[in-house]
């Protein structure tokens, strides 16, 4: 096993995390015994060629699945003990999300996607906060756009709205310039790692971009389902 | 609430975007369908109800082809019973040159005894109800016998030999026959104006009624006391049977329209099913995406049945708003076939299409609906990660339910239910695997064509099992529209055809032995020949060797009838040309032995009788006794005049009769008619052409309410074709980017695809017009008794229609995909 710091106020823990799947073939291995922590505010990569895990990594760190075995901290709670609504509840209080195919719901215009998570999570004044953010993230004026009336770029300025909406604890972010061009992505990642500094929120970043990896502080390589490097960057 | 307004606000956005219009129009179409008719058999329903209290006019109606004697009403007088007579029969009346058959009813004072009879004071002018009857020297006559004879209120009209002044329109009698108007628009005239048309004398056909009414004890204590004296020729009819017979004569229609609505319910409820999965799968994204953004099961279930449950109001609010202008043309169309207007529509239809809706939604849509709450929220970042699948025995259990419970509402009785059910599921089967089979065959003929016939004919045998529902669905409403367009003008065009060129059209009855020579006269003077007159003398059966007909055991049903019924009888020397014996000899010529009679071979096979039996029948107080000499068949669409029973010359000598015969009148003829009319007023004639015309009217406007109805049937098969073709539109925008990104041009994907919805249309034609011949054959040869001919036209009409149809509407439902640009739709891919 990787020898792994492990700050004092970790939000997201993972210990000797397996998940295996059955196929026509066997049992495959997609992850194998994985272990890290991460602290607040930490911003992480997760790099690896494809098939390495990152996705599936990221889909149990978030609790959107379930490991063949080991446990998920997150904020200090198991996931793993939880049921599925348990996990959502969790995922509603704590997490926030940005897709690489930002995901947004096409019957809902802007600000009704940020307003989404701060009414599922019981936010007194969704209206408000969805609007405020939509200003930081430079989409005030379209508000009322519907998703199939917005650019890429704005589309995935609104999945980062909804997913810093509610404070969450960790922003899980798969791909996220993965549809869009490099222009545009950098704008995008500038306005994350902005927001991840000013809320101090856990930024956890899987990508094939390997300068934007260097971007975060730290570096979590895979290797056909294993933790093979964890790195900080260098300063 | 965070539920409710995520449902709305999605919900609203859906609908606009088009997502759920397939569902909607399905869940629209059922109600439509279900509300269209059930407002129509909810009014007629009531109509009938409403008329068969009154039906009667009277409490006790005694009918009689003789005078009732005087004796009766003053009977009936002493139990306090209050009285009224009518006398009624079939007459043509003239005003100036024009002439129309009508039935002519006098009716004394007190008429009617129970319901009201409605005028108007002029033609479509405001009804209300008549006090007491026509002054003496006025008539009331229905505005169709007016319009025949163009003229209007005020106006004279010549009733045999009386001129009457037209006083009102009648626009409703308690006694005109149930629900349905009779044939010949009807004339109310004082009874004290009976004698001045000299229309009633020795032999004419009189039906004469002594209407009772009063108190029930009384009327059955009356009815008890004067029974047994009856005439055999008086035939009672009190309320319970009447009401009872209408009764059951409109919940019959209302079950087979009913029936009808079901089957368009039911595609319907494919085209729920299929649209549901679909809409079920498309949202999916939206659910993985909501529970990552942590959305519980509950909410989702929740906000998943709120729609569902809005898209029901909705599709009943569409639905009942179709149905309700459906219903309004029928009634339109065919107002004058009833007898009265109609009471207004009530809103039982709406709360049936409501219940009904749910039901469909809960037993075709929850289960994909419930799949949705399984959703695994993983699928945000692995778009394969699906639900499981609904069970099948939920899937199974929850439609069949619903079509039960349906059909149980439709039917309303559980033996029934069972045949109807077990005979759908059959046939469903039965379509289903001739589907199958066919669009087996069309996969197999893909071989060796150009690549875009290769591609549509690739697409309907990998989607085998949709496309056969396909194929089933469209087939079904194709077949009852061509059944109903083609089969019925065949049916009545065969029918025609059996008539020869030179049948008559026209009957004279009613013909005193007197006015044989002057009418012979009048005919030959206009080069015509003179047609034969044949005697008409009515009797009633007594026995039939020796036993009682009223308690004799007959072989069938309609034996009772046929023994206890007035008869026509006639003798003849000669056999005519439409007859053929088939058992035993006519009687030789000059024959004057014993009375013999010749009886025709279904009343002979219906009374149980045979060569040598003896049938008494008593005529205006005597018996006559005849011995059974020959059996004949009788060609009854000759239009001759034709009896059940004919008797040797010389037995009914003593009798008095009057004539009747029948003649080929063109219309260029048709003043010879008036000058017979005119000459002889007490003749009567029936102008068959217009009473065919009549019929053929009838059965038209019948059928084109039929016909509305089964418009939904087709709707929902093009709802079937619709939601499958939008369940595959994913799968078929990829493929046409791909197609088209390897160089095919747009206008091959198109072909390929018509090609595909062709190949489907035909294949729904074949079965349509298959089953539109099978039944129609059926239906010619049981009910009709004629050989059915091979159409041609309907197995054109079928395959040009089936093809054409499925094309227009699957291309309509499938042009989004082919022409989404490929760089779009592979890069979202």
Known sequence: ?235 | MKALSFALRSFGRELRSGEVIVLLSAVALAVAALTAVGFLTDRIGRAVARQANEVLAADLRLRSPDPLPLEWRAAAADYGLQTAETQSFPSVVFAGELNALSTIIGIGDGYPLRGAVRIADDLFGEERVAEGIPEPGSVWADSSLLAKLNIEVGDSISVGEAELRVAAVLTYRPDQSIGFASLAPSLLLNLRDMPATALINEGSRVQYALLVAGEQADVDEFFLAVEDDLPDSVRTLNQEDSSERATNASSRAQRFLSLTAVISLLLSAVAIAMSARRYAHRRMDAVALMKSLGASQRFVLQAASIQLVILGLLGVLIGSIIGYLVEYAVTGMLADLFASALPEPGFTPVLLGTGSALILLVGFALPSLLQLRNTPPLRVLRHDAMPPPPSRLLVAGTSLLAVTALLYQAIGDAQMLVIVLGGMLAVSASLYVAGRGLVALLGRSRGGVGIAWRYGLANVARRGRDSAVQVVAFGLGLTVLLLLTFVRTDLLEGWRQTLDEDAPNHFLINIQPHERESLAGIIRADGLEVPQFVPLIRGRMTTINGEDVKTRKYPVEDGEWMANREANLTWLEQLSSSNEIVAGEWWPEGYDGDPLVSVEEDAAMELGVGLGDRLVFLIAGQEIDLTISSIRRVNWDSFQPNFFMVISPGALDNFPSTYVASMRITESQDDLLIRLVRAHPTVSVIDLDAILRQVKGIIDKASLAVQAVFVFTLAAGIAVLFAAVQSTIDERRFESAILRALGVRRRTVLSGVLTEFAALGFASGLLAAAGASILASVIAVQLFELEYAFNPMLWVAGLAGGVLLVCLSGFVAARGAINAPPTDVLRAA
């Open chain 1, 1 to 235: 096993m990787t020898s792994l710091s492990v700050p004092e106020d970790a939000v997201l823990t993972a210990e000797n995390v397996t998940k295996q799947v059955s196929s026509p073939e066997g049992t495959l291995t997609i992850l194998s015994d994985v272990s890290f922590s991460i602290g607040k505010g930490e911003s992480v990569a997760i790099v690896g060629a494809s098939g390495a895990g990152k996705s599936t990594l990221l889909a149990l760190l978030a609790g959107l699945d379930l490991p063949t075995s080991g446990r998920i901290l997150l904020n200090g709670t198991d996931l793993t003990a939880l049921d599925e609504d348990g996990r959502a509840a969790l995922r509603a209080a704590n997490v926030g999300f940005v897709f690489q195919s930002f995901h947004l719901v096409p019957s809902l215009n802007a600000l009704e996607n940020v307003m989404l998570p701060l009414e599922l999570g019981g936010n007194a004044t969704p209206r408000k906060t969805a609007l405020d953010i939509l200003q930081k993230v430079g989409l005030g004026e379209r508000v009322r756009h519907y998703p199939s009336q917005l650019s890429g770029g704005e589309m995935q300025r609104v999945a980062i709205a909804r997913a810093f909406a509610t404070g969450p604890a960790v922003l899980f972010a798969d791909e996220p310039t993965g549809n869009l061009d490099s222009r545009t992505g950098d704008h995008i990642m500038n306005l994350m790692f902005e927001l991840n500094r000013s809320s101090s929120t856990t930024l956890l970043l899987v990508t094939h971009d390997k300068a934007l990896a260097r971007r975060c502080d730290r570096e979590i390589s895979l290797d056909a389902g294993r933790l093979v490097s964890d790195r900080k960057a260098a300063a």
